[in-house]
């Protein structure tokens, strides 16, 4: 039987998601100190769901899948008939060639919304794949992740951070609270995350 990617029906989103193993597939998630950044210290895809055996399945199929000559092919024939698509609810960017593959994917699907967010953006040559993603594409978002959970925010067209609660929160233009811990953790309506008019959203942490 030939392989295919596997996609998470996360309940929060409003579409499909494909993801990878968390920590291991993240080389923006250890800091110069070799520690795991404040942000990736306490990451929800370590924790409850993702820790079951179907969920670790799917994403170790990924893993090995996105490697084969057809993945590209078989990922456009599926995120087509989507208007809205995320990458990574849990996992990142580890191999600059899986970003090429993911352009590709992004380029013959240019009637669907993409969201990546990523740290992998930290590692030069992945950075460079991830500039032609963010320049030459009008239908993906690339939303780099700061590494802090209090806050502070980092340089780029979109990014995102983390706040320990909404209280924290100071709005300023371009910037958007993510309000989905007042909709039992689900976006609903909102598309903030795939806006690329909103230069900064703004998580709690969970």
Same mark, same amino acid.
């Given at each position: 039987?030939?392989?295919?990617?596997?996609?998470? &029906?996360?309940?929060?989103?409003?579409?499909? +998601?494909?993801?990878?193993?968390?920590?291991?597939?993240?080389?923006?998630? =250890?800091?110069?100190?070799?520690?795991?950044?404040?942000? #990736?210290?306490? #990451?929800?895809?370590?924790?409850?769901?993702?820790?079951?055996?179907?969920?670790?399945?799917?994403?170790?199929?990924?893993?090995?899948?996105?490697?084969?000559?057809?993945?590209?092919?078989?990922?456009?024939?599926?995120?087509?008939?989507?208007?809205?698509?995320?990458?990574?609810?849990?996992?990142?960017?580890?191999?600059? !060639? !899986?970003?090429?593959?993911?352009?590709?994917? #992004?380029?013959?699907?240019?009637?669907?919304?993409?969201? !990546?967010?990523?740290? +992998?953006?930290?590692?030069?040559?992945?950075?460079?794949?991830?500039?032609?993603?963010?320049?030459?594409?009008?239908?993906? =978002?690339?939303?780099? %992740?700061? &590494? %802090?959970?209090?806050?502070?925010?980092?340089?780029?067209?979109?990014?995102?951070?983390?706040?320990?609660?909404?209280?924290?929160?100071?709005?300023?233009?371009?910037? =958007?609270?993510?309000?989905?811990?007042?909709?039992?953790?689900?976006?609903?309506?909102?598309?903030?995350?795939?806006?690329?008019?909103?230069?900064?959203?703004?998580?709690?942490?969970?």
């Amino acid at each position: 039987m030939q392989a295919s990617p596997k996609f998470s &029906d996360t309940s929060k989103m409003p579409c499909k +998601s494909w993801s990878l193993p968390a920590i291991e597939t993240c080389p923006g998630s =250890v800091g110069k100190d070799g520690k795991l950044v404040p942000a #990736c210290q306490k #990451c929800y895809a370590n924790k409850g769901f993702y820790k079951m055996e179907p969920a670790k399945n799917l994403r170790a199929h990924n893993l090995a899948d996105w490697k084969r000559p057809g993945w590209v092919d078989a990922m456009v024939q599926e995120i087509q008939k989507n208007k809205f698509f995320r990458w990574f609810d849990s996992g990142d960017i580890p191999d600059p !060639l !899986l970003a090429k593959k993911i352009f590709m994917v #992004c380029y013959f699907t240019p009637t669907v919304m993409h969201w !990546l967010p990523t740290r +992998s953006f930290k590692i030069p040559e992945i950075a460079l794949e991830l500039d032609d993603l963010e320049g030459l594409l009008q239908n993906v =978002v690339i939303r780099k %992740s700061s &590494d %802090s959970v209090t806050g502070e925010t980092i340089e780029g067209k979109n990014t995102s951070t983390i706040l320990q609660s909404s209280k924290d929160f100071k709005p300023k233009k371009g910037s =958007v609270l993510c309000r989905a811990f007042e909709r039992s953790g689900k976006c609903e309506k909102c598309r903030a995350c795939w806006n690329p008019k909103v230069e900064i959203v703004y998580y709690v942490e969970h």
